[in-house]
């Protein structure tokens, strides 16, 4: 089966960059027809799609957080990786991987085959 693994600091300073690895395991980021997800949530609020890239490196964001995100791909080491710009403390959330793309606008968790554990990351100086 297929297994991901979030990796970054689990503290950034406001107005600096965010980067985060999703090691993926048990497949290829590289097989039809798949997209890599990531996912935050923030304390007391529920999941929010930030954006994918899928099997050919097409990436896809959210409109909310288009300006700020990007993410990029090393087939190298099976990994997808995550940068989000200009950090504010509003950033402050679990960070997830997972396999899969929304079907609506509101996110499903069985949207998702399969997921990372979640990486802590907190913004503050």
């Known amino acids: 089966q297929v297994q991901l693994q979030e990796s970054g600091p689990g503290l950034v300073k406001p107005s600096q960059k965010l980067s985060l690895t999703c090691t993926v395991s048990?497949?290829?980021?590289?097989?039809?027809?798949?997209?890599w997800s990531w996912i935050r949530q923030p304390p007391g609020k529920g999941l929010e799609w930030m954006g994918a890239i899928d099997y050919s490196g097409s990436t896809y964001y959210s409109p909310s957080l288009k300006s700020r995100t990007s993410i990029s791909r090393d087939t190298s080491k099976n990994q997808f990786t995550l940068q989000l710009s200009s950090v504010t403390p509003e950033d402050t959330a679990v960070y997830y991987c997972a396999r899969g793309m929304p079907r609506t606008a509101t996110l499903r968790r069985a949207d998702f085959d399969s997921w990372g554990q979640g990486t802590q990351v907190t913004v503050s100086s």
């Open positions: 048990g497949g290829l980021i590289t097989l039809k027809y798949y997209y």
